[in-house]
Structure formats: C-alpha cells, structure tokens
C-alpha cells in the first residue's frame, strides 16, 4: 500500500519538502523510513537497476576530516545522476540521515517534484567500506550558509574525480521487496495542478512512457 495512504499526514511534509532526502517516523515505527523526493529520470534507473548507492567521501576541512553525502542513480555509469546532502554535526536532519545510513535495511519512498509517489521498496543496505565503518576520526561540521556552498562545490569536484576504489566503497542500496506497485497510472485533477488559464483540467502521467517527448 502506497505511503500517502497509509499515513496521509506526510502528505503535507512531501508537498513542502523542496526535493533531496528526507528522513520520516511513520507511525509507532522505532526505525526512520526515507523519502526521495526528485526527477523522475533518476527514479526510473533506480527502478531499472533494482538498486541506487550512497557515497560518504572522507573530506579534509581546516580544522578536521568531515564528510557529506552523495547519492546516486545510475542512468550512466561514470556521470550517474545526484542528489548532494551537506551533512552538520548540529542539526537534527543530518543526524537522522546518519542513523539511517547505518540501518542494515530501511524502507525508502520515491516521489518526483510533482509529489506524485511512483515506487516504494523494503530495502538493504550494504557498506561496502564507506567513512562511517572506517578507521578515520569523522566530525560534522557546524552549520552555516557559506558552509553549505563550499560543501556542494568539494562534493561536485570529488564525485566527478571518484575512483574505482570510491565506487567499490559506496553503501549500495538494493530493492528486496516492494511495498506498493510500481505500474502506476497518475489521474490529476486538483485545482492547483490543473486550474490555469488554457490548462485541461487534468493530467496523467506514467514512471515509464512508450512515447517520449
């Protein structure tokens, strides 16, 4: 059963949240589930793949080693697709990515910018020997606006310059079990979607479509 129908008051949260990662406690549940929220390009391949991958490259800063996250979807293998996370010692998001990250399997939730919820998987998480199971000393940094630029422009370049090795290390994130289905037909007819001058009244749309463009 689909996510928004099962706990309708994240519905609101979705429809707020810009787009990335978003850790939610659904219900009584002791573990957090993960909405991915982003293009529908990226869902896709996740689906394709039956999996996507988590990277936590072992960054230098100024005063110690840090770390954020990358997480990709591999509609090409060198340049997948990405979603950049900074992560902060300080805020309460970045804490709950964390523990998530450290669960051995996590239900995750995928919505495009649309909120239409298209595919939800129980699935494992596999530490191939990413900074959070290594050696080195990681803190988090403190927040702060400039901080949040500088960590987007180190992780853009690092990804881009990854190795085989930073693959190999990567949390792979692999689909055991579904949790709702996954061929899915969108009939939108709400008035905030539809209700502009020339629209139709509606829209539909699919994951997958057998004529593009």
């Not at 080693?65 to 997948?80: K, R, W």
């Not at 990250?101 to 239409?116: A, C, G, M, P, R």
């Not at 939800?120 to 988090?140: E, H, P, Q």
């Not at 693959?167 to 792979?172: H, M, V």
């Amino acid at each position: 059963m689909r996510l928004t129908v099962l706990y309708p008051e994240v519905k609101a949260q979705i429809a707020q949240f810009a787009g990335g990662l978003m850790p939610v406690r659904l219900g009584d549940d002791e573990q957090l589930s993960l909405v991915v929220k982003t293009q529908k390009e990226a869902i896709l391949a996740a689906q394709m793949h039956g999996l996507f991958a988590f990277y936590l490259p072992a960054l230098p800063s100024s005063s110690c080693t840090t770390t954020s996250l990358i997480t990709a979807f591999f509609d090409d293998d060198d340049e997948p697709l990405t979603i950049r996370t900074p992560l902060f010692g300080d805020d309460a998001f970045s804490q709950d990515i964390i523990e998530i990250l450290k669960y051995d399997e996590v239900s995750v939730y995928f919505f495009d910018e649309h909120n239409y919820e298209w595919m939800s998987f129980r699935t494992a998480l596999k530490d191939n020997g990413s900074c959070l199971v290594g050696d080195d000393d990681i803190y988090l940094l403190g927040y702060h606006p400039e901080t949040v630029k500088c960590i987007h422009t180190v992780l853009n370049d690092w990804f881009g310059a990854r190795t085989t090795e930073d693959d190999e290390r990567a949390i792979q994130a692999i689909f055991k079990e579904s949790l709702s289905p996954s061929d899915l037909f969108v009939l939108d007819v709400t008035r905030e979607m539809n209700g502009y001058q020339g629209g139709a009244g509606f829209r539909h749309d699919t994951l997958t479509r057998t004529d593009p463009g």
